[in-house]
Structures are given as C-alpha cells and as structure tokens.
C-alpha cells in the first residue's frame, strides 16, 4: 500500500502532525510505503518560500492583517482566488501523484486536501484522500472540494456538529483528536526528572513557553515572565526560550534581577517537552493546536498568551469556554491575573479535571488504525 503525507510550512503544527503519523503508521506491521511531502513546497518552491515568508513576517509584525485574511478566506472573494489558486497548482502536484500512484494520501494543512481533491472530481486520480484538521476552531478552507474526501479528522465533538451543518456525511468524519507524538503517552519518573533539572518536586511547577515560533508578542511575553518572577506564591518555573537567543537573554536577566535562580530553569531548544509537561501543574504558552492537545494529553492547565488573530484566537477562546485555559488578552494586568489563578487550587483543579473530556491522547494511534486496520 502506497501512502503520501502531505504538509505546508503555515506553521509548525502541521509538519509534526504530519511526522507522528509518519512515524506511526511505519511500526505497523503491514506492507506500506509511506513518504512524507512538503506539497507546496513541491508544486512550486518559489510561491512556497515567498508565502512562507510572508505568513511568518505577517503574523510576527502586523498579527492583525493575518487575523483579516484568515476570517476573508472563509468566505467572499479572498476564498475563490485561494480555491482557484490550488486548482492551477493542483496540475503540477498531479505529475508526482502520477508517478507514485499512492492508494491513501493524507493531508494535514487545508491546501494538500483541495489540491487532491480538485484533481479527484476532475478524475486525474482515484486515491482516497484523508483531511487531518490541525485546530480546536473549524475553518472553511479545510473543506473545499470535501465531497471528495474521503475522512475528514476533527479534535472534538463540536467541530463534527460544525462539519455536519456544513452537509458532510456524519460517516466521513472521526472525533479522534490533533495528532502528537506517542511520547506524549508514556509514564516519566516526577521524581528523577526533578532531580536532574536540580528542582523541588513538591512545588507547583510552571512550563512557561516564551520562544513563539517567531518571537511573536516579545515584550508581552517578557511581562508575563516578570508577573511569575515577581509571584508571591511558593512555584518554580521552566522557560523554554527556543531557538529565540533575545528571549533567553531577557529571562536570564529577570531571573537574576529578581533573584530567583533557585527556583526557576531556562532552557533553549529541546526535546524534552514531554517529560517537562509530566511535571508541571500549568503551561504558559500561545495556543496552537499541537502544543494544545499535547497540554490537554498531559492533563495540564493552560494560561493563553499572544494567541495570533485566527486560528489561534478561536483556539483561545474555545479553551476558555471549556474551562481548560484562563487567556490574558491584550488589556489585562497579567499579574493580577497570574497571582489569582496561582492562588486558587480549586480552580487549577477544576481546570485539570476539565482536560480529561477533551484530551485524546492516542489520537495518532486511532487515525492510524481508522486508516489502516
């Protein structure tokens, strides 16, 4: 069985959705042959760069234009010239399908599934064709050309009532949860974690995500570190600053200033977000749709920051309606906010409770085997 993943650089949510169901379906024991493709990148690496580039530049300096295209592409002119976009470098994907002649494609970004599916209505293919929606929000770009989609894969129950109004068959959708990886479902030692980050395992812990895939919102998020370095309540923090060298450097100084090197880890890149979210009572970060299932897997509450306009802002306020996330919007005093949310255990309690209706950690398990059995 031959099976193509296709994903777009749009972020970085739709690549590792991609690779955890690469990874997946390749321990299964069955003949396939699976290949992980960058489709736009592949029908034209120019577009892809300068659309890239574009999306990241808008969505670090002028988040707000971003939020404007994306509520535009769901309906109006902005849609048909996307739709009609996709249809010319549909042909030029269809010289590579040709050549692979895949059973199964799967695509974890809206432009891989239009682009199959155009070419499928025009009967240039016969593959089935899987839609893997990578955000806690519907969006109607994820569903062009979808009477030729075969699955369509949602994070949660309300998305499938959305996608039913929308007229597509109940039985082509499947409430199976974001893809993340299986490290995600394994059991860490707390205590031996803690040892080796030098820290105490019987203090509230905080994961605080400060690097932003492009160092959005910088000078908010070293506030909102300030809040926690200035916090009365007896917690520790683990920062990751990702590859952002400036944000590591302003949360080293913070740190310093306010003297608390006992109690709090910074840390750049690493692998090793699945053992730090086993050990941590909340997470600080932007709401993606990765970082949030995989903060959902680990049964952690979530304080919302720099949420981009879009996605990440339905994302946002979906969180909050579950009663999962508290989002400190762009007026709030994050530190008011931050030492009353630490303060109140009931509330943080509430809050992980919540996360067990939602979290779907063997979501990539359960694709797989819908996909595969």
């Not at 949420?307 to 990440?312: A, R």
């Amino acid at each position: 069985m031959k099976i193509l993943i296709f994903y777009a650089l749009y972020g970085g949510g739709h690549l590792n959705a991609a690779k955890s169901i690469y990874e997946e379906l390749s321990k299964k024991d069955k003949d396939l042959d699976i290949e992980l493709i960058d489709c736009m990148k592949y029908v034209n690496k120019t577009i892809e760069k300068v659309t890239t580039a574009a999306y990241r530049e808008m969505a670090k300096k002028m988040p707000w234009a971003w939020g404007r295209i994306y509520s535009d592409s769901q309906k109006g002119p902005l849609a048909h010239i996307s739709s009609r976009s996709n249809k010319i470098l549909a042909i030029k994907l269809l010289k590579l399908l040709r050549e692979k002649k895949p059973d199964l494609i799967i695509s974890t970004h809206p432009f891989g599934s239009q682009m199959c599916s155009y070419l499928k209505r025009k009967g240039k293919i016969t593959s089935k064709i899987a839609t893997i929606m990578t955000d806690f929000a519907p969006h109607d770009q994820w569903l062009v050309e979808n009477e030729n989609t075969n699955y369509f894969f949602v994070a949660h129950d309300k998305m499938k009532e959305y996608l039913i109004s929308k007229d597509i068959p109940e039985e082509k959708i499947f409430v199976t949860g974001i893809p993340i990886s299986n490290k995600f479902l394994e059991k860490y030692n707390r205590k031996e974690i803690f040892e080796k980050i030098n820290l105490d395992d019987n203090k509230k812990t905080i994961l605080f995500f400060g690097g932003g895939e492009f160092g959005l919102g910088k000078n908010r998020t070293v506030e909102i570190f300030e809040s926690f370095m200035k916090s009365n309540e007896p917690i520790q923090v683990i920062a990751i600053s990702g590859k952002n060298e400036k944000m590591k450097a302003s949360f080293e100084e913070l740190m310093n200033e306010y003297k608390k090197q006992e109690t709090t880890r910074i840390l750049g890149f690493t692998n090793h977000v699945p053992e730090l979210m086993a050990i941590s009572d909340l997470v600080v970060t932007k709401p993606g749709g990765l970082t949030t299932s995989e903060s959902l897997a680990s049964h952690i509450p979530m304080l919302v920051i720099n949420p981009i306009p879009g996605q990440e802002e339905e994302n946002a306020e979906f969180l909050e309606e579950q009663g999962i996330a508290v989002w400190i919007k762009k007026m709030d005093n994050p530190y008011f906010i931050i030492e009353n949310l630490l303060s109140n255990e009931e509330k943080l309690g509430q809050m992980k409770q919540n996360t067990f209706k939602l979290a779907k950690p063997n979501s990539t398990k359960d694709i797989c085997n819908i996909l595969v059995p």
